[in-house]
Structure formats: C-alpha cells, structure tokens
Nanobody
Framework: QVQLVESGGGLVQTGGSLRVSCAAS????????MGWFRRAPGKEREFVSA????????YYAVSVKGRFTISRDNAENTVSLQMNSLKPEDTAVYYC?????????????????WGQGTRVTVSS
C-alpha cells in the first residue's frame, strides 16, 4: 500500500512558475513508476508526465513538453513537477499516481495508487 499526498498548488499568473510535489509513504517508493495527471474543469482526466523507477526515462504530454519537468528523489520518497511558462489552459487539479509496473505509463489504467490532488489555477 502506498499513500500519496500532493502539495504546492496555488494561484499563479500566466507565464509564471509553480512546483507541485507528491510525498509517498512506505519503504517501497523506489519500486514504483510515478506519474502526474490533471483534470481541468469540465474535462476528462489527462496524462501530464511520468518517470520510471530510477529516473532514467521520463514521459511528457505534448501540451507540456518543454515547459514542465518531472523529477523524483527516492531517498526522500518524493516526486515533483516543475511547471514553467504556465498558461490558463494548465488550470486543473493535479494528481500524483504510482504504478507497480512501468508499462503504459501515459494511461491512467497503469496506476495502482492515487493522491487526492492539488489545485493549480493560472490567471490570464
């Protein structure tokens, strides 16, 4: 069992930056691939970014590539998403998720555990 708690959301202006983080419980964090998803108001949940267990491979949605950077610290049991050049369309609740198997990480179906989410609002 893994419990995930997101933090760092808030209100930021267009073009600004924000860093959201996810703290995981347990001693097996390094065995999970981690991902970030988001759900904008009135829209379906969508993939944002993912990182494999040893940080060797990362994945990004086309809409955030070049602006967002995912990272993890296995010693601290955390995964973070640095978001730069934010746009109003990035406004959403951001969810952290953990996957036992690093397969199909761009799909929500790959993930076994989810956090409660942290809200990010980008004002125009």
């Amino acid at each position: 069992q893994v419990q995930l708690v997101e933090s760092g959301g808030g209100l930021v202006q267009t073009g600004g930056s924000l860093r959201v983080s996810c703290a995981a419980s347990g001693r097996t964090f390094s065995t999970y691939a981690m991902g970030w998803f988001r759900r904008a108001p009135g829209k379906e949940r969508e993939f944002v970014s993912a990182i494999e267990r040893s940080s060797t491979t990362t994945y990004y949605a086309v809409s955030v590539k070049g602006r967002f950077t995912i990272s993890r610290d296995n010693a601290e049991n955390t995964v973070s998403l640095q978001m730069n050049s934010l746009k109003p369309e990035d406004t959403a609740v951001y969810y952290c998720a953990a996957a036992k198997a690093p397969v199909g990480l761009t799909s929500a179906r790959a993930y076994d555990y989810w956090g409660q989410g942290t809200r990010v609002t980008v004002s125009s």
